[in-house]
Structures are given as C-alpha cells and as structure tokens.
C-alpha cells in the first residue's frame, strides 16, 4: 500500500464548477501538506502550502489538512478551462529536509 | 530569475548502457533534490543534495547515483540502464535549509525524458 493515495481520475467537470481534489495518507509523521498543479509536458508547479492541520486560502483554491483523519483536500472554485491539468497532492515530515512523498496524480479537465 | 533548467530534455538509450543527466538550480539556491516520474508510480524521491553532500536518498538501487558542485548544479547518474528505468527525471531546487519553510519552495524543472530500448 502506497503511503499516499489520490483517485487518478479523470475527472471531467464544466466551467465554473467547484472541483474537490482529495489525498489519504498513512504515515502519521508528515506535518508539511503541498499542491501542485503539472501541465502537460512541464514540470510541477506549487500551487498551495500548508503547515499541520487546517484551512489555506488563495484565490480560487483552498486547501483543507485533517490530520486525525489523514486526509487533505484541494477546492477549486470558478473552475476554468486553465485548471485542466494533473493535480499531485505531497507531503513530508519535519526531519525529512526536502524529501517530498507525492500522490499519483488526479488529472482535471475543465469543459466550456 | 531563471528557471531551474535541466539538459538534455530527451534521451534514447539502450539496455546496459548509462546515462548523466544535468540540473542547474535557480541562482542562490543550495538544495537539489532528483525525483522520477512514471505513469504507474507517480513522482519518486531519488535523491537531495545540500551543499555537495547527499542529505536524504530514497528507495532506489544503487545504480541511481547523483552529485553536486559547488556552484550548486546537481547530475544524475544511471548505470547499466534497464527498461523500467524509462521515465521523466524530474530536478527541483529551493534554498535549503533543515526544515520545509513557507519560503523553502521546490521549483521543479521541465524534466529529462528517458528511453530505455
């Protein structure tokens, strides 16, 4: 079992949608929670950041942590055709440096 | 500022052969991390190196091997090339530092893909 799960879709929503993007984890020393977005052919870019449990805002995306459920969530609100990309949830421990342990991947497709 | 930037972009090889590749950080940058990207197991920790000393390494064999220069640009090394080893090798880079701060972003490079015939 993979120490990060999220649904590798596709998921396919129309314009204007609200998306929820989710990831469960196992192991319980992780304290540091990132979304990246990954457009084809291109490198992750850092979308969202979030230290422990708790809600981030940015724009459009909102990212939720629950630690005691091991579960993080990414909202994307006012969805656009842009956003179609792959979204990786990761994470990494306090004495894991820059070690991140990423998600497989959800990919999003934004129809008009 | 520029980008992190990774030579070559595509790579053909073949079986038992080996192959470096190169990553040259975001100016001011220490840390170099090397992940590898394939459709059935995502994004893989490799390998981070922090001023030209590997600190952390993943679960790869040791034909998977990485250094990096005072001037912080990092290679990768394959040896004895196998099939599965076709993938994106993806380098991120970020200033450093023992813990991931809110500042302690990676920003990722566009990738060197790799064939492995």
């Known amino acids: 079992q993979k120490e990060v799960e999220q649904d590798p879709g596709p998921l396919s929503v129309p314009e204007g949608a609200i998306v929820s993007l989710n990831c469960t984890y196992s192991?319980?020393?992780?304290?540091?929670f990132m979304w990246y977005r990954q457009y084809s052919r291109k490198g992750p870019e850092l979308l969202m950041y979030t230290y422990s449990s708790g809600n981030k805002e940015d724009g459009r995306f909102t990212a939720q942590v629950d630690k005691s459920s091991k579960y993080i969530s990414l909202f994307i609100r006012d969805s656009q055709p842009s956003d179609s990309a792959t979204y990786l949830c990761a994470m990494s421990d306090a004495g894991g440096g820059n070690k991140l342990t990423f998600g497989t991947g959800t990919q999003l497709k934004v129809e008009l | 500022k520029a980008g992190v930037t990774q030579t070559p972009r595509y790579l053909i090889k073949t079986r038992g052969q080996q192959v470096t590749l190169s990553c040259s950080p975001i100016?001011?940058?220490?840390?170099v991390s090397w992940y590898q990207q394939t459709p059935g197991q995502g994004l893989q920790f490799l390998f981070e190196?922090?001023?030209?000393?590997?600190?952390n390494k993943g679960n790869f064999p040791g034909r998977f091997s990485g250094r990096q220069f005072s001037n912080s640009r990092s290679e990768m090394n394959v040896s004895t090339l196998e099939l599965g080893d076709s993938a994106l090798y993806l380098c991120?880079?970020?200033?450093?530092?023992?813990?991931?701060?809110?500042?302690?972003?990676?920003?990722f490079g566009p990738g060197t893909r790799l064939t492995v015939l």
């Open positions: 991120a880079s970020s200033l450093g530092g023992r813990r991931l701060l809110s500042t302690d972003t990676q920003y």
């Open positions: 192991n319980s020393a992780f304290q540091y």
């Open positions: 100016s001011g940058h220490r840390s």
């Open positions: 190196y922090f001023s030209e000393t590997q600190r």
